[in-house]
């Protein structure tokens, strides 16, 4: 099993819905968790942290962890084609130094 | 402004040949990685430093070669023991000192064989 999974295939929605990205990871002594927004060509740029059960608001993007089930999600509300880019799950695990392990990335698409 | 600066932005490697990325950071971070990024395959951890003078690989380390002689510097050596180097190379840093400070990412170098 991956320390970090996420839906790989590409994620199409049309411009102002909803764009839901899930990612689950494998151990459950990890206490943080983070989204990238990866631009074709650029490099990752941090969105999102959070480290407690629950939602986390910011704008337009709204983080939900849930420590039980093993599953952080990014919520995109009103999305706009400037949201459409790879988006990666990261997880710091545990261990002697900041350990982040990255998901693969799903690409998102907004169609205006 | 703050930030960590990578160059060059391309670079371009001959057969047999070593190159060594820039990596350069102003946020007084600690803790300084490198990552390289192939397609479909995510971020893969090369080695991570968390002090000046110590480093340790990570989980490709082979063929790769680095030092941290300043805290503001992490150079990636790319030596011609790594057969298949074309990729994008990421330098990140973070303050590991907080304890859960998500890293932060240069620009990347995009490196390609000749």
């Known amino acids: 099993q991956k320390e970090v999974e996420q839906n790989s295939g590409p994620l199409s929605v049309p411009e102002g819905a909803i764009a839901s990205l899930n990612c689950t990871y494998s151990d459950r002594g990890s206490q943080s968790f983070f989204w990238y927004r990866q631009y074709s060509g650029k490099s990752p740029e941090l969105i999102m942290s959070i480290y407690s059960n629950g939602d986390k608001e910011d704008g337009r993007f709204t983080a939900q962890l849930n420590k039980a089930s093993q599953y952080v999600s990014l919520l995109i509300r009103d999305s706009q084609p400037s949201d459409s880019a790879t988006y990666l799950c990261a997880v710091n695990l545990p261990g002697g130094y900041q350990k982040v392990t990255f998901g693969i990335g799903r690409k998102l698409q907004v169609i205006p | 402004d703050g930030g960590i600066t990578q160059s060059p932005k391309y670079l371009f490697r001959k057969e047999g040949q070593n190159v060594t990325l820039s990596c350069e950071q102003n946020l007084n971070h600690d803790a300084m990685y490198w990552y390289r990024q192939d397609p479909g395959q995510g971020l893969r951890l090369i080695y991570y430093?968390?002090?000046?003078?110590?480093?340790q690989k990570g989980d490709i380390a082979e063929g790769y070669s680095v030092s941290r002689e300043k805290k503001e510097s992490f150079p990636l050596t790319v030596t011609s023991a790594q057969k298949n180097p074309t990729a994008f190379y990421l330098c990140a840093s973070s303050s590991p000192g907080q304890g859960n400070q998500p890293q932060h990412f240069g620009d990347g170098t995009r490196l390609s064989i000749l």
């Open positions: 430093s968390q002090i000046v003078n110590d480093f």
